[in-house]
């Protein structure tokens, strides 16, 4: 400094007026990645009037000290709050000391300050000292070389403002060497940002030897994104002090901690049940300082009062997305819930469950949400064909899609979701609720008397029914339960055949009515295997943590699963058992945690079971090697550490990418235009996907309820005709109305090639989104080839008939018997057979003669020419299940058949494979397949005579009961 303080006066004058400096709007956004809290200290050399200061006290509570050469500067600073201030030196021969001797600060931030001093690397090397290991610095500093600079410099404009005139900046910098300074001066981890025109205000526009330029602005910042050293005005440059003393290490976690920016978050499931996870996850980012609230589904549950115990907020929420019955009621929901996404204005909305995901996703994808993610609680949906599409055609309304475990994330790289979209992070569980030092691990023996010599295997999981055949069930999946508890029971009795001393404990109750009836069910097989005896059904339990600590072993044996039980029985240090599926592989790792075995394997699953009781010291270490592995990656910390840290990075991207004038992301959101643009275009590009996809099941699924309320037959064959028509005519909407708008314009030969490509793109569309479905044409030629059979066998095969009836009329009883069976969409009818079954052996003679001529089941061509059943078709099934059946009872959408694609291919089929092969054949069903079908039979029925052969070939595979 010079005696006259010509330097100071120069300053004193800049900071009289309390000017709010334009690089504070561009220092917030880069510095909200920085684990800002109340203890946090920051310095800021050349705090000017305290502006910055303010705003960094008011968002994060922070303590803040400056530094200035004006006077007038650290008066305004400390009027503003500052914890205190220090005046420096203007002389460019001194040296930078520590202007708070004995203090260390978290953060130093140089904004706007290295142009304008002598000595650059002395001042970042005396940053770097008075920093904590683990601390930030953060620079500001023009860019020389920005492209206007070059302009300016060829002009000859170098007294121009833009440059600091001759008598404000002293250097300039590019890139390079401010990397240099730094990096020298002992700092790593660099992260770069820039700042595009923030010198000058944020309304004010450039002038160019006196010409306005006002749309530089606007080019330079969305150009900087590409080539920040030519577009940039201004560097911002955050980097790290490394951490060498370990007394301090806990300042190299300063990132992505609590009281950073407090952000404004929902959390959506579609259910009033379960959803453990979610609870603790919303109520540990209100502990954090977050402003989380929850949104679930309406309904008794345990959900609501487990939030509002924890004095977390919710909403209550109609998010029914998955009735066929309400199409209409869908679009509304979306919208309802973005208009009071719009009213709320969030921050971050956070969607877990299939349901609540697809209308969170699109509903927050219109209401203009700045921060919005997607968890996958499970690959359940991204297994079943029908969820998997939709998830694909949604997902990229997702700021990123959070896959829970590493099977999910594979899924999703197969889907075709960069890797760069995803964050795989896992549901994690409270360690603190699973403590074996803490369980009672004897309360099970004493509760059911089990010795101590005898073994405990216990399976945690709630029992679920069995899963309908369909699109929208895993393969692996239709017409069984998840957890597999069957699996369970016939690996119970290979381990009791061993180990007569074992006890199985099957922890949990049925998921509603339909699990209800299946545990029913599993209760009912471990009697017919004699081992009910050794299996204990507890129903539902709230000891959990003791339940595991009194287990020897623990099984997972699901179909389709994530995590499961494995980190609860892991953390208790209980050696697992789990099908290799999903995200148990991600736990339970194989000989290291625990053992994995395939999926429905029974024996495999039994050999391992006895593998950990015949050697438990081993069991033991694979517990204790669970345990740790559970505590350093599976924990609910964890899980919150990685979701908020996810947040704020994010947050940080939008804040620095649109500068908002407000703290938080969501302040510059929620924009009307931009809302109304998104609802065009989700119409516009999910209509046509609903139409080929979704919109054609919901009406085909109205339809079958009005064929159903139809008596006549005939009345019902008509309505699945003009059902197959409007299901067409939904698929080809798309095509149709820009069609005829477009061939009014075209004549002669242009119009007929145009048509020809119509025609052509109608069929595509056919081929690729029909799915099940039959269309008209289909429909129209199988029955065609229906009646044709049925005159065929009623003119060559008329001695046969009448010499059946004349057999069975020597049977007792009459000859014509009436069976219900379930016809098309689920519409119960009457299959007509001949009676064959003999209450004595009286009639034996008659009845071996309609077996050798296969005609016990001639009576059911009436059915087919009434258009009840079909010559191919699935099997008729009664509509009451028999003893020992899966109890599954599916509406087929093709008419039964006299001959089943299921008997010609795998005679000797169980009853589910054959509904898997009656299923595919609904799917695949043509004229050449029907037509390969019945020479397939008729052979089978020539060559071999036998009885066996009738009820391979000849017949729906069973006698109806008499």
Known sequence: MDDDGNIESHYDRIWDS?????????????????????????????????????????????????????????????ARGYAGVARTSADPLARFRQPFPGQRFDVVVLSAVLEHVFDPAALIAASHSALKPGGFIVVLTPNVTWFLNRLLFLLGMWEHPLLGGTDGHIRYLNRRMLQKLVTDAGFGGLDWSFSSMAALPPGQNLHVRGRRVPLVRRLAGRRARVRPSLWAENFILLA??????????????????????????????????????????????????????????????????????????????????????????????????????????????????????????????????????????????????????????????????????????????????????MERIFYGADPSAFDPAKADGGKLRREYGIPDNSPIVSMVAYFY??????????????????????????????????????????????????????????????????IDHAVIFTGMRRDIPDVLAGSDVTIQSSRSENLGGSIEALLMARPTVASAVGGLVDAVRHEETGLLVPMDDAPALAAAILRLLDNPEWAATLGRNG???????????????????????????????????????????????????????????????????????????AMRRRVAGLKRPAARNAAALFAGLGRDLIHLTPLLLPAA?????????????FLAALLSSAL?????????????????????????????????????????????????????????????FGIVFDMFTLRSRLPDSGAAFFARLLRRIHAWNAPAIINVARGEMSIVGPRPVSPEPAAGSSGIRRKPTAKPGLVGWAEVRMPAA????????????????????????????????????????????CGPGREPPQ
């Open 627 to 701: 345990r740790a592995l559970m505590l350093r990656d599976f924990t609910l910390s964890r899980t919150v550490d990685d979701l908020d840290q996810l947040y704020r990075t994010e947050a940080g991207k939008i804040m620095q990418r649109e500068r908002p004038s407000a703290p938080g992301p969501a302040a510059r959101r929620y924009r009307p235009s931009v809302s109304l643009l998104r609802l065009m275009c989700v119409a516009v590009r999910l209509g046509f996907f609903a139409l080929c996809f979704d919109l054609p099941d919901i009406a085909a699924g």
């Open 240 to 421: 790290r002090k490394p951490v060498s003393d370990p007394d301090t290490s806990q300042w190299a976690d300063l990132a992505g901690k609590t009281d950073l920016m407090p952000l404004k978050i929902l959390h959506i499931a579609a259910t009033p049940n379960g959803a453990n996870w979610m609870f603790e996850i919303t109520r540990d980012l209100r502990s954090r300082g977050h402003d989380a609230a929850a949104l679930i589904s309406p309904g008794q549950g345990d959900l609501a009062p487990k939030l509002q115990r924890a004095g977390v907020p919710y909403h209550v929420f109609d998010l029914d997305v998955m009735s066929v019955n309400d199409y209409a009621g869908i679009v509304r929901r979306v919208l309802k819930l973005a208009r009071f996404l719009r009213e709320h204005r969030f921050d971050v909305v956070h969607y877990h469950l299939f349901t609540s995901v697809i209308l969170g996703r699109v509903a927050a994808y219109i209401a203009d949400v700045p921060l919005r993610f997607s968890m996958c609680t499970g690959p359940f949906y991204l297994e079943a064909p029908a969820t998997r599409e939709v998830d694909r055609r949604t997902f990229w309304m997702d700021t990123k899609v959070i896959p829970s475990c590493e099977f999910s994330r594979k899924l999703y790289l197969e889907m075709g979701l960069p890797a760069r979209r």
């Open 18 to 78: 309390d000017p709010v400096p334009p690089y504070v709007e561009s220092l917030l956004p880069a510095m909200a990645g920085l684990g800002l809290r109340h203890s946090s200290t920051v310095l800021d050399v050349g705090c000017g009037n305290g502006v910055l200061g303010r705003r960094l006290m008011d968002l994060y509570g922070c303590r803040i000290y400056g530094t200035d050469i004006s006077p007038v500067a650290l008066k305004a600073a400390s």
């Open 910 to 953: 169980s009853a589910e494979e054959e509904m898997r092969l009656d299923l595919w054949y609904e799917e695949h069903q043509s004229f050449w397949l029907d037509a390969w079908t019945v020479l397939k039979a008729a052979a089978g029925c020539v060559m071999r005579g036998s009885a066996a052969s009738a009820a391979d070939h």
């Open 764 to 824: 595509f569309v056919r081929l690729k989104y029909a799915g099940p479905a039959v269309s008209l044409v289909r429909l129209a030629t199988k029955r065609v080839f229906d009646l044709l059979i049925v005159a065929v066998i009623a003119a060559a095969g008329s001695p046969l008939w009448i010499a059946a009836v004349v057999a069975a009329k020597r049977l007792p009883g009459p000859a014509l018997v009436r069976s219900p069976r379930i016809g098309r």
């Open 741 to 753: 708008a477009i061939s009014i314009f075209l004549t002669g030969t242009a119009r007929m090639v």
């Open 465 to 530: 029914s069995r899963l309908p055949y369909g699109k929208w069930t895993p393969p692996q999946l239709q017409g069984r339960a998840v957890k597999g508890h069957d699996t369970v029971l016939e690996a119970a009795k290979l381990v009791l055949q061993r180990n007569p001393r074992a006890r199985f404990l099957l922890v949990g109750r049925g998921w509603e009515a339909g699990g209800e009836e299946f545990m029913l069910e599993m209760k009912s097989l471990a009697k017919s295997l004699g």
